[in-house]
T-cell receptor, first 111, second 113 residues
Framework: GENVEQHPSTLSVQEGDSAVIKCTYSDSASNYFPWYKQELGKRPQLIIDIRSNVGEKKDQRIAVTLNKTAKHFSLHITETQPEDSAVYFCAASGRYSTLTFGKGTMLLVSP | GAGVSQSPSNKVTEKGKDVELRCDPISGHTALYWYRQRLGQGLEFLIYFQGNSAPDKSGLPSDRFSAERTGESVSTLTIQRTQQEDSAVYLC???????????FGPGTRLTVT
C-alpha cells in the first residue's frame, strides 16, 4: 500500500519567514495530494491540494509543488503569521480514493 | 449548509465495554471515511464506504472494530471489548467520492479506563 513520509516533525520560524514542509510517497499510481491544517483541538481542514497533472499550485501565501518523477511534494508558506501555527498533514490518494496521511508537522510561528 | 457531525463528542468507557460512535455526513456525499488519531499522532485510516459498493475495511486494526453505513447516510463505528490502546479521537469524513477534498467532522474523543 501507499506510504507517506513527512518532514520535519516540528518547525519553528519567526513571523514573516517562510516555512517549507516536505513529503514523499511510495505509490506511483497516487494522483491527488492534499494538505490539511489542524489547529489544536479542531478538525483537519483542507488548505490546498494538487493533482498529478500539475506541477505547482498557489493560493495567496500558500503554494504546493509536486515532483512526480521523484515522488515528492512540498508545502510552502510565505510571510508566516502567528495564526499559521498548527499541525500540517500531507496526504496522498491513489486509485481507491482513500487518503494515506503523513505523521504531521507542528509549525510554530513566533511573533 | 450543515457540515459533518459526530456523536458523542466525548465518550469515557471501561475496558471491556462496547462503544458505538456515530457519523452524519454532508447530505449528498457518497463517500464516507473513518480515521483514528492518537494523541499527537497522524490520521490512521480505518474504513471507507463508497455508495453501495462493499466497504474498504483494510485499515481496521482488529476484528473488534466494525462499521456500518445505511445507504448514503449515517454511519456507525463499533468497537467491541474496548482496550486502553483504543483511546483516541475518532474522526469521520465525507466527500463526493473519488480523490477530492474530504470534509471532517469534529471527532469523538474516546477514553478507555
Amino acid at each position: 500500500g501507499e506510504n507517506v513520509e513527512q518532514h520535519p516533525s516540528t518547525l519553528s520560524v519567526q513571523e514573516g519567514d517562510s516555512a517549507v514542509i516536505k513529503c514523499t510517497y511510495s505509490d506511483s499510481a497516487s494522483n491527488y495530494f492534499p494538505w490539511y491544517k489542524q489547529e489544536l483541538g479542531k478538525r483537519p481542514q483542507l488548505i490546498i491540494d494538487i493533482r498529478s497533472n500539475v506541477g505547482e499550485k498557489k493560493d495567496q501565501r500558500i503554494a504546493v509543488t509536486l515532483n512526480k518523477t521523484a515522488k515528492h511534494f512540498s508545502l510552502h508558506i510565505t510571510e508566516t503569521q502567528p495564526e499559521d501555527s498548527a499541525v500540517y498533514f500531507c496526504a496522498a490518494s491513489g486509485r481507491y480514493s482513500t487518503l494515506t496521511f503523513g505523521k504531521g508537522t507542528m509549525l510554530l510561528v513566533s511573533p | 449548509g450543515a457540515g459533518v457531525s459526530q456523536s458523542p463528542s466525548n465518550k469515557v468507557t471501561e475496558k471491556g465495554k462496547d462503544v458505538e460512535l456515530r457519523c452524519d455526513p454532508i447530505s449528498g456525499h457518497t463517500a464516507l471515511y473513518w480515521y483514528r488519531q492518537r494523541l499527537g499522532q497522524g490520521l490512521e485510516f480505518l474504513i471507507y464506504f463508497q455508495g453501495n459498493s462493499a466497504p474498504d475495511k483494510s485499515g481496521l486494526p482488529s476484528d473488534r472494530f466494525s462499521a456500518e453505513r445505511t445507504g448514503e447516510s449515517v454511519s456507525t463505528l463499533t468497537i467491541q471489548r474496548t482496550q486502553q490502546e483504543d483511546s483516541a479521537v475518532y474522526l469521520c469524513a465525507s466527500s463526493l467520492g473519488g480523490p477530492r477534498e474530504q470534509y471532517f467532522g469534529p471527532g469523538t474523543r474516546l477514553t478507555v479506563t
